[in-house]
């Protein structure tokens, strides 16, 4: 499949795109195969991100087909799966009730997926409407009796959805806004069914902790941009938006989560100054900071394939722990396919019996380490390593653990 390239930036419209960050080729993260269609090849795009020189908006250059990305091959990740996940939602909904008042309030969330968040404020007396991309997730959702929509959000469906729903008073997009082909549309759209003093709450992965950390394994199709809380805070103000609070969490191993509003606050956001501060006393901005970076990464490869050569050679059985969308970048990026990794465990009952893309490793249930003598387990969610490797201990005490 030819690839085609993004040619100005999705924030301010310059052709003056600069590459920082290149993996090489990469199929879809959230994609898992069914057994049946792994003779099936699958769609390979250069995992590439640029920098626009004007406004620093950090994006991917490959150009890919949203409906390729979530409705041609069953969306599996769900909210409800996992206890880390559950936990932070809720904790989500409390600091809503502390924001403002839920009851009777119409919230619409997109990428609602299986509906885990809007069953909670439904039950507080919201009136919900989840959107998500998937009809899979569309219709997890109904059956827990969440009305629903299946849409790939932007301007567009977002008269349609006003049509129906009316005008929001509380507008969530976690870990969804960043999936958009079309930002600026998508925040149009947010306009367009945000009440004038309504909020619209949204979070994503945090760029300067993937960074800082490392872990460029949070860098996939499904991702079109990369966040800081400086392009936030220029792509919102390009879409009459306006910053109200912005604050870090350590969801996904550090996110940043953005309250907006149509209203112009006048009080001044003390914290979001200080984090554009931060941004830029790390020089996340300049071109050279990602050599360095894509160094270290190489780097680090190299270390750990070393290790897992080393391993096998002693006649180890090396498995991976999580079977996520990162997962697959990393594995894809580091080229440990089914002649060196085994299998993957996951505990999702949407995930088990199916393979990774590209890679074509086999993912099974964490009871399958149980009888492996001679084991090493790389932690590829590596955001919850301490109850992975709490869990795995328990299963096979014997267990090497391999970060990565």
């Not at 991309?133 to 569309?138: D, Y």
Request: charged share 25%.
């Amino acid at each position: 499949m030819k690839s085609i390239f993004r040619k100005k930036c999705l924030s301010c419209g310059s052709k003056n795109l600069n590459e920082i960050i290149n993996l090489g080729d990469h199929s879809f993260a959230d994609r898992f195969i069914p057994i049946k269609r792994k003779k099936i090849k699958d769609p390979k795009f250069p995992l590439i991100l640029d920098l626009c020189k004007k406004c620093k908006f950090i994006q991917s250059k490959a150009i890919t087909n949203p409906k390729d990305r979530y409705v041609n091959m069953d969306y599996s990740y769900t909210s409800a799966n996992s206890t880390y996940s559950k936990s932070h939602w809720k904790s989500f909904s409390k600091i809503l009730e502390q924001e403002t008042n839920i009851k009777n309030k119409k919230i619409i969330e997109i990428g609602s997926n299986d509906g885990f968040l809007l069953s909670i404020l439904k039950k507080k007396g919201a009136k919900v409407l989840g959107v998500d991309a998937s009809n899979f997730m569309v219709n997890l959702s109904k059956r827990k009796k969440i009305n629903s929509v299946q849409a790939i959000f932007d301007f567009k469906e977002s008269i349609k959805i006003k049509n129906k729903f009316g005008k929001a008073d509380i507008i969530i997009a976690n870990n969804v806004f960043n999936h958009s082909n079309q930002p600026a549309s998508f925040l149009k759209g947010i306009y367009n069914i945000l009440n004038n003093k309504g909020l619209f709450i949204f979070e994503q992965p945090y760029f300067l902790k993937s960074l800082t950390t490392l872990k460029f394994d949070q860098i996939y199709h499904e991702h079109i941009s990369y966040f800081t809380a400086r392009n936030i805070d220029s792509i919102l103000k390009r879409n009459s938006l306006k910053i109200y609070k912005i604050k870090m969490n350590n969801y996904h191993g550090g996110s940043i989560r953005t309250i907006a509003t149509k209203e112009n606050y006048k009080k001044i956001n003390v914290n979001l100054r200080k984090i554009i501060k931060l941004e830029n006393k790390k020089n996340i901005y300049n071109l050279k900071f990602y050599k360095k970076i894509m160094y270290k990464i190489n780097n680090k490869k190299k270390v750990l394939l070393n290790k897992i050569d080393n391993l096998i050679s002693k006649n180890y059985t090396i498995i991976g722990i999580g079977a996520g969308a990162k997962s697959n970048t990393f594995l894809t990026y580091y080229g440990l396919n089914n002649n060196k990794i085994k299998f993957l465990t996951d505990s999702s009952k949407f995930k088990k019996n199916k393979l990774t893309p590209i890679t074509r490793i086999p993912i099974k249930d964490d009871s399958a380490i149980v009888k492996i003598n001679k084991l090493a387990c790389i932690i590829l969610s590596w955001n919850i390593s301490k109850m992975v490797i709490k869990k795995i201990k328990k299963i096979n005490n014997k267990a090497i653990i391999i970060k990565t």
